[in-house]
């Protein structure tokens, strides 16, 4: 089982560029999850979804945009890339299950430098 | 508004011994789940142990156990016969049910195992 997946790994963008991290899970997982990882900070949300079709907003969602047109894809979009988004981003997945059901899934996160 | 506090940005334990790490958390919430993820350099979030809310025993997963204190919203993270593969990133994390069941995750604790 591939799990959670995330393309690219790495990636160096200049400010200004655009770009679109792809996550994608194989379990049939209602919720998706973006995070990003900064020292000292942990994890923070930045957009999630409930199921396709759907988004919402997180903790720090300026900057970035997000789709879920299948199921099994959640998109994270930079229009305008800053330096502020160098981070390490990881993607997230879990069933909407019962309370049993609680582990989420990471994919193993995408290293992006803006300079 | 949900917090995670994790008050030791670096611990070290000797190999063999025993290491505790902290963890507060506030939410108004009574139900709720309770995590500890581990984060090796290979960047993989990995849970650790997961811990009910309306469950009063410890949750125990082998050498790793936690202690729960509810009324004063703690929850530290214990290991035992640390080796040297326990050396990593440790974040506890929080989610409680509702829309989209997120995780709030602390800024985490470094772990250093001394051989």
């Known amino acids: 089982n591939a799990g959670v997946t995330q393309t690219p790994k790495f990636r160096v963008l200049k400010t200004g560029q655009s770009m679109t ?9 209602e919720y998706m999850y973006w995070y990003r990882q900064d020292p000292g900070m942990g994890l923070r949300l930045i957009h999630y979804s409930v199921g396709e079709g759907t988004t919402a907003k997180g ?3 300026d900057g970035y945009n997000v789709s879920r047109l299948k199921k099994q894809n959640f998109l994270l979009g930079l229009e305008s890339a800053a330096p502020s988004q160098t981070s390490v981003y990881f993607c997230a997945s879990r069933t909407q299950g019962t309370l049993l059901n609680t582990e989420a899934f990471f ?3 995408t290293r992006l430098t803006v300079v | 508004a949900q917090t995670v506090t994790q008050s030791q940005p670096e ?12 963890c507060t958390y506030d939410t108004s919430e009574s139900d709720y789940y309770l995590f500890w993820y581990k984060q090796p350099p290979s960047r993989q979030m990995i849970l650790v142990i ?33 080796q040297l593969g326990d050396a990593a990133m ?16 602390g800024a985490g604790t470094i772990l250093r195992v001394k051989s």
């Open chain 1, 107 to 109: 994919g193993q996160g």
């Open chain 2, 50 to 82: 997961r811990q009910e809310a309306y469950k009063q025993q410890n949750a125990t997963e082998n050498r790793f156990s936690v202690n729960f204190q509810k009324a004063a919203k703690s929850f530290s993270l214990k290991i035992s016969d640390s």
């Open chain 1, 21 to 29: 991290l792809l996550c994608a899970q194989d379990m049939n997982h």
């Open chain 2, 90 to 105: 440790y974040f506890c994390a929080y989610v409680k049910w509702g829309y989209g069941n997120k995780l709030v995750f």
């Open chain 1, 59 to 61: 903790e720090v969602p």
């Open chain 2, 11 to 22: 611990m070290s334990v000797q190999e063999a011994e025993t290491v505790t790490l902290s």
